[in-house]
């Protein structure tokens, strides 16, 4: 089948692979447009007109382009799989509302920190500053501790249905996840069984895939 959208990036980004878990979850195919920060590529005006912070990801659906990771998922769930928004139901719908806060809000600029050292100064060559690494793990657990208290009373965020609000975590959970630093998650059985559920679907092994591509 041909491609529906266009995603610009890389998958190896949590930002742009957090778009393309979103798109495999709702069986949308799509096509990953690559786009060369090293020539400057993302300030030409081309780039500049789908985006014009000149950022990554971006979607292009046809003549629609929009840009920022979590404006793009709530897009691809709008049109192509509403129920994981729990469109139509004020309650739940709400609360994946408020579980989408949680991890843009509580959740991700915490991970975002240890991911910055652990995964992209090694790709620089810059060395990794194991204190901020350890004082970031520790604010972690303290969010993790919430989830652990959320997840011992409904299967997913939001309640018993899986929503967004779990999906938008899976990049930056896979991203942990091929670190020693996973093992944070043993200290909260619930949230490990929750990322073990996560993982196992379809749309994020593939993204895990796509993110850290296994050797011949
Ligand atoms: C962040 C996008 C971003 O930082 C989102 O989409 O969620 N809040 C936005 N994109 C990076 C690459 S991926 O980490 C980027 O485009 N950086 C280049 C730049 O800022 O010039």
Not at 83 to 103: C, I, K, M, Q, Y
Not at 159 to 166: C, K, V
Request: proline content about 5%; aromatic content about 8%; overall charge neutral.
């Amino acid at each position: 089948m041909a491609p529906v959208v266009k995603v610009y990036g890389t998958a190896k980004s949590w930002n742009i692979s957090r778009v393309l878990v979103s798109l495999g979850e709702a069986g949308v195919q799509y096509e990953i447009v690559a786009v060369d920060f090293a020539a400057g590529e993302h300030m030409s005006p081309a780039h500049l007109a789908r985006n014009p912070f000149g950022q990554v990801p971006v979607l292009e659906d046809g003549d629609f382009c929009l840009w920022e990771s979590r404006a793009i998922t709530k897009y691809v769930c709008r049109k192509y799989k509403p129920e994981l928004l729990r469109v139509g139901n004020l309650v739940g719908s709400a609360t994946v509302d408020v579980w989408l806060e949680v991890e843009a809000q509580q959740y991700s600029p915490v991970m975002e920190a240890i991911l910055i050292e652990i995964r992209l100064r090694p790709i620089f060559g810059h060395q990794v500053d194991e204190r901020v690494v350890e004082k970031n793990i520790e604010k972690l657990k303290k969010v993790l501790s919430v989830y652990e208290s959320r997840l011992s009373s409904s299967k997913y965020l939001a309640g018993d249905f899986i929503s967004l609000a779990d999906l938008n975590h899976v990049s930056t959970m896979l991203c942990l996840g091929i670190t020693t630093y996973i093992s944070v998650l043993d200290l909260y059985p619930n949230v490990r069984a929750w990322w073990d559920d996560l993982r196992a679907r379809p749309a994020a092994r593939k993204v895990s895939d796509l993110m850290n591509p296994r050797g011949p």
